[in-house]
């Protein structure tokens, strides 16, 4: 069946001249299939500079809406269209435009893990590849709102000795680690790295060897000479920490709740192989994008391509 679906989604790729495009937090069948896996940028970048006349974009619905954005010429689609985020849910638009008016003189950051009618309020989109950076590319005194992620914006202060105004906004995932459990694997495990995504609560990120994005999470892993890393981000990643490196051994860091599988996101395991065959073969859900909305939204993310593009990231 898997063998068949895989063949399937390959014959139709090619038919329609289609790229597939997945996040590090796809199912790992999703992950072997698809032409690009990668963090949030990457995605982007791949978006903006692909020739294929579709994109099907394996991740959740903001990363379709960006890769709509800077390719409005190309369709998109994504497996399954109600493959949200609670981190983008936490900021609605209209709520984010009167923070905004309420903090007037303030230049607008927001994560790409937010709507395109929220990036269409902002002057500038950041991931957490490129977030350090993008905020020391502005002068020292520059006043800025940061949304809508709380921990990342509180990371990026403490690396920066900014005082960015943040919205009050967490990803489930992340929000939800048990630093305990954590601690209690470290002492089984003292060997072990502890890798963490900057999107964890401040207490998780004080414990961590290495801070970063998923890509660099996986960079640092294969870099480093130790064999055991204790992983606090979503659980997908391991796939390709485990396909770059047979020899290391990840452990996915436990949630508080050691009933639920809170470590993976349900959003992002929303897509599967079976939609991936479906939404090709059907060309849809598709993402569509107002024009007007579009046209806004694309600036902050541009500028975000061009920054990063200067520091090579
Ligand atoms: P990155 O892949 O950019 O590290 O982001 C993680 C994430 O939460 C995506 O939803
Ligand atoms: Fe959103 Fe968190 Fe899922 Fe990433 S892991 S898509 S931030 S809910």
Redesign the pocket.
Known sequence: MKKKLIEQIDLLRKEKNAIILA???QESDIQDVADFVG???ALAQWAAKTTANIIVLCG?HFMGETAKILSPGKRVFIPDLSAG?SLADSCPAPEFEKFIADHPGHTVISY??TTAAVKALTDIVV???NARQIVESLPEDEKIIFGPDKHLGDYINKLTGRDMLLWDGV?HVHAQFSLERILSLKKEHPEALILA?P?CPAYLLEVADHIG???SILKFATKSDRKQFIVA??AGILHQMQKENPDKVFIPAPPEDATCACNECFYMKMNTLEKLYLCLKNEQPEIFVDEQVRVKAVKPIERMLEISNRFGL
């Open positions: 996040h590090y937090y963090d949030s940028l959740v985020c790409v893990n991931t957490s590849t990803c995504h999107e994005s998923t890509s981000t979503e």
